[in-house]
């Protein structure tokens, strides 16, 4: 069976076989990892080797913090401007789909928040033009979502924004491909797409932000205090930062982050050739340049096939294909755990299901 998923979505599968092998004995400790202290030396052990390894994939600099933090990538929408924003303080958000609206929203309560670009008149789907871009300069930081996973739109390049910090929602991106991480003031992400199981969300953010903000808050909400922590502030979601970290481990021996960005390139590249070549029985929506590596939406020419499209498809071990509501029709993610054997079964399927549907 291949899982097309927008999340939670699929682990590499050695992953899941490596979770299973160790799962009622982890470690040589005779029981599971779920069942180990936080503060022991193994689990601790374990948690620097994870940062390691992460630090090693990303080339994060020194002079940024890696904290596994939890509540979804939705808890930091609020977090951040928490955090990074002072009293009476505006942050600009370039809104490019469902999320980064999203994230505005909940930042509202926390910051003035400026849109400073959108591309919902387009319905999303496009970006929008860096040079339409309102960017304030005395602005606390600049958000946006590299990655639209309902949209499916997908910035190329990191924009230039000055000296503002930037901030990115990677969620359903991160570990895709190569990245800069010094071009970004803090990056975040969910971990159910390309890291691990849902519930923890990785951060990489740079130390100086830490200690911006000076409004009161519980400790509990305050990045700072998750740093100096080691990220133990209270109890860890230690399961998921297991698994992040044999992802992690997968993610090196398939040649790191740039062999991913090969193959994630080419799974894309093919899936979008079968669509543009369909004659218009399959459409993408979305403006070519913008295009998204990771989601890719497509509709039927005639949406009374859907349902047996996502029948059939299903009965030939694809699974969930159903596209978002927001865009009707089918979607398919390809993160990094979807191998190019699982686009030939779906191109081979779409191939055939035309034919017999004509
Ligand atoms: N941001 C992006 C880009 C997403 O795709 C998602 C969906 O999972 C979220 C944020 C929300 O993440 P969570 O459910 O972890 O709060």
């Known amino acids: 069976v291949w899982n097309f998923s ?18 009622l004995d982890w470690n040589g400790s005779g029981a599971s990892v779920m069942e180990q202290s936080h503060r022991g030396k193994r689990f601790i052990a374990m948690a620097e080797r994870v940062e390691a390894d992460l630090r090693e994939l990303l080339a994060i600099p020194a002079d940024y913090a890696v904290l596994f933090l939890q509540g979804g990538a939705t808890q930091h929408f609020a977090q951040i401007p928490m955090n990074l924003a002072g009293e009476g303080d505006s942050a600009d958000y370039v809104v490019n789909g469902h999320w980064g609206a999203k994230a505005a929203g909940e930042a509202a309560p926390y910051v003035r928040v400026n849109v400073a670009a959108s591309s919902q008149a387009d319905n999303y789907l496009r970006l929008p033009p860096r040079e339409s871009w309102q960017l304030d300069p005395r602005a606390a930081y600049v958000h946006y979502t590299p990655n639209e ?18 901030v990115a929602d990677m969620s359903s991106n991160i570990l895709s491909e190569p990245l800069d991480v010094s071009r970004f003031g803090l990056i975040y992400a969910g971990a159910q797409k390309n890291i691990g199981p849902s519930g923890l969300v990785l951060m990489i953010v740079r130390r100086d932000l830490l200690e911006r903000s000076s409004r009161p808050m519980a400790r509990i909400f305050r990045y700072a205090e998750h740093a100096a922590a080691a990220s133990m502030l209270n109890t860890p979601n230690t399961w998921g930062w297991y698994l992040a970290g044999l992802t992690f481990e997968w993610l090196k021996e398939q040649g790191g982050v740039a062999a991913m960005g090969e193959r994630n390139r080419a799974k894309a590249e093919k899936l979008y050739a079968a669509i543009d070549g369909s004659g218009g029985y399959y459409r993408n929506p979305v403006d070519p340049a913008a295009r998204s590596r990771m989601n890719v939406p497509f509709t039927l020419h005639d949406s009374a096939l859907d349902a047996d499209f996502l029948k059939e498809s299903e009965a030939a071990g694809l699974m969930a294909l159903k596209g978002h509501k927001a865009l009707g029709g089918m979607r398919a993610s390809l993160y990094n755990a979807v191998p190019l054997a699982a686009v030939d079964a779906l191109v081979a399927f779409m191939g055939d299901f035309a034919r017999r549907h004509g």
């Open 6 to 23: 927008a999340g939670p979505a699929a682990l590499p599968p050695p992953v899941l076989e490596r979770a299973q092998r160790e799962l």
């Open 149 to 166: 996973t309902i949209h499916g739109v997908e910035y190329h390049d990191v924009p230039v924004v000055g000296d503002v910090p930037l």
